[in-house]
């Protein structure tokens, strides 16, 4: 479990929408205060690469996994809460940090995420500090 946010965590600071698919199973939840959606993984890629574009648009510079707090569920199942960290050109060094729940299924090789929920919209969160997309010229 450790591998696997540890190179989540890499793969989010980077904006790699391969990578960051490739930790999701090939069915996923993704949830938070707007609703839930169930996706394949052709569907999670589109949401997230506009996640991306969004992260960009906004001057995200990094993302780092600030705590983790794993709880089993039951045999092959554990929920993750992670506090991430994200910086960007406009906050400077400071962190803004919000809450991600991951459930994962366990397994010996390649544990996935099924289900992840996060627990504020981070959206409109980063428009409350004035982080708002960059307009196209």
């Not at 939840?29 to 589109?46: D, L, Q, V, W």
């Not at 510079?61 to 089993?72: G, T």
């Not at 809460?81 to 299924?105: A, C, H, M, N, P």
């Amino acid at each position: 479990m450790d591998n696997l946010f540890r190179e989540y965590e890499t793969a989010f600071d980077q904006l790699d929408l391969k990578k960051i698919s490739g930790y999701c199973a090939d069915n996923l939840i993704s949830a938070g205060p707007k609703g839930s959606i169930a996706h394949n993984r052709k569907e999670y890629e589109k949401k997230a690469e506009q996640a991306i574009k969004f992260y960009k648009s906004v001057g995200r510079n990094s993302a780092r996994i600030i705590s983790k707090r794993v709880m089993p569920i039951c045999n092959g199942y554990s929920m993750v809460v992670v506090r991430w960290g994200l910086t960007f050109e406009k906050t400077g060094s400071k962190q803004v940090e919000f809450d991600v729940s991951y459930i994962i299924q366990e397994t010996e090789i390649d544990p996935k995420i099924i289900l992840l929920i996060s627990h504020e919209d981070e959206e409109t969160a980063m428009k409350k500090l004035g982080l708002e997309p960059a307009l196209k010229e």
